[in-house]
């Protein structure tokens, strides 16, 4: 038996017997894992059977998964976007219209049923971007925050923990005021956003940190405020950046740069900062985001369910730039199906196999996800880490037959999240044998939530 105990100062609250866990490395049969105040305060290893009042988790146990980037409200469009053709522009009209529907009160219905998905899909941790601010027409409610604080009472209503990026979303375009569906979103300028977002309380499950849309829309004079905001708060910075053509043609009109240049221009990069989808770059924006250490948030299946195009992933980490996933729009809530489409999409550009081990795939859907949202010590199963925990039955039609010892590679290129049984957040059974504990039915709140949005 091989003991690792790290003092926490506080009494053991829970014990869970892993039959295989994810130990960064390798898969390891047997462990137990003591959870005090929260956190992670010993594992055990060589531990054939439950010890007595265990908890068991049966299956591999990874650490609890970092959803890096979503959009709760997109949750409503899925299948809607799915008649008819288009592009990112046209989808864009459309999730305009739900947008317009939203209250604080169907917001966090609408949020609660789908950080409920996440939790299900072994998701403990969501980064929210944030900017559906406040009421049509641009209107401010009384409460300021209303929208953003109806988001976090929501993830903890889920029962996961959030890193809220109240968002700054000031114009239409380059030059352009916002159209009658951005209303919503705009502060009108930049510092009139940091007050309001300063308002804005996080706790125990929940952190605020901070987002540029676009530079679209963000006027380049405005970017300095949004980086001040983050830099004094050394909150995480995320940023859409480069996910269209139609976006990099305007800002060299504008500009005379590409949106990375400007952003560097302005002191947006940085090791706090995440790129989100990073699509479209030249070989001087991989550099430029490489070599300051900003992070590149994937995400696949929004990027091919949209058409927006593959972005350079390898040749990004190659550079220094940190992966990690997201399920953005929510086509569909599965961080293994996130994991394996960046391997996978990799292979059809380059015609090569191997790019990512399900190690380092592992990686960009646990730890530098939960780094990106301001949680650098999330995203292992050691002591003094967050206890935070999902178990992939290996028993499932997808995932039965391998040896134990590629039980990684069974979940990162054949699970999905229907195969996760148990989500443990903060040492708590947030989904045990595959129910919801807090969300009796979440697919019924799911229905019944955009169902308010449609009536």
């Known amino acids: 038996m091989q003991l690792t105990v790290r003092p926490t100062g506080t009494p053991v609250t829970a014990t869970y017997w892993m039959s295989h ?34 908890t068991a988790l049966r299956g591999l146990t990874l650490p609890g998964l970092a959803n890096t980037h979503s959009h709760a409200f997109h949750r409503a469009l899925r299948s809607t976007v799915q008649v008819g053709s288009g592009t990112f522009w046209t989808w864009r009209e459309l999730m305009y219209r739900a947008a317009s529907r939203l209250t604080p009160d169907t917001y966090f219905d609408l949020a609660r049923a789908t950080y409920a998905e ?76 940091a007050e309001r977002a300063s308002l804005l309380k996080g706790g125990d499950h929940a952190l605020i940190g901070a987002a540029i849309h676009s530079v679209r829309a963000v006027p380049a004079g405005q970017l300095a405020t949004v980086v001040r ?95 990690s996933l997201g399920s953005d729009s929510h086509a569909v809530i599965d961080l293994f199906e996130e994991a394996r489409a960046m391997e996978l999409n990799e292979r059809l550009r380059t015609h090569v196999r191997g790019h990512w081990t399900a190690a380092a795939l592992l990686r960009a859907a646990s730890a530098d996800g939960h780094a990106a949202l301001g949680r650098p010590d999330a995203g292992t199963l050691e002591p ?45 059974h947030v989904v045990r044998d595959g129910r919801h504990t807090l969300v009796e039915d979440v697919p019924s709140a799911l229905a019944e939530a955009i169902a308010a949005l449609h009536g």
């Open 118 to 193: 996440m939790a299900l899909a072994g998701i403990t941790s969501v980064g929210e971007f944030h900017y559906l601010h406040h009421a049509p027409g641009g209107t401010p409610y009384d409460n300021p925050n209303a929208m953003g604080e109806a988001l976090i009472a929501a993830a903890d209503a889920a029962g996961i923990r959030i890193t809220l990026l109240d968002t700054a979303y000031l114009a239409a375009g380059f030059g352009e005021r916002p159209n009658r569906h951005q209303l919503r979103f705009s502060d009108t300028t930049a510092d009139a956003w």
């Open 384 to 428: 003094g880490a967050p206890a935070d925990l999902t178990t992939v039955a290996l028993d499932s039609v997808r995932t039965a037959g391998p040896a134990p010892r590629l039980a990684a590679e069974a979940a990162v290129f054949a699970a999905s999240a229907a195969d996760v049984r148990h989500t443990v957040v903060a040492g708590r």
């Open 229 to 323: 905001w983050a830099e004094e708060r050394g909150a995480p910075l995320h940023v859409h950046l480069s996910e269209q053509t139609a976006e990099n043609d305007a800002c060299l009109t504008a500009h005379g740069r590409t949106p990375t240049r400007l952003l560097a221009d302005h002191g947006v990069l940085g090791p706090r900062t995440t790129g989100i989808h990073n699509t479209h770059l030249t070989a001087e924006d991989i550099e430029l985001l490489g070599n300051s250490g900003t992070g590149t948030c994937m995400c696949p299946t929004t990027e091919r369910d949209l058409a927006d195009g593959i972005g350079p992933a390898a040749a990004l980490q190659r550079a220094g730039s940190p992966l």
């Open 21 to 54: 866990a994810w130990l960064g490395t390798h898969v390891e049969p047997g462990v137990t894992l003591d959870v005090a105040g929260g956190r992670i305060a010993g594992v055990r290893t060589g531990i054939d059977a439950p010890p007595p009042g265990a």
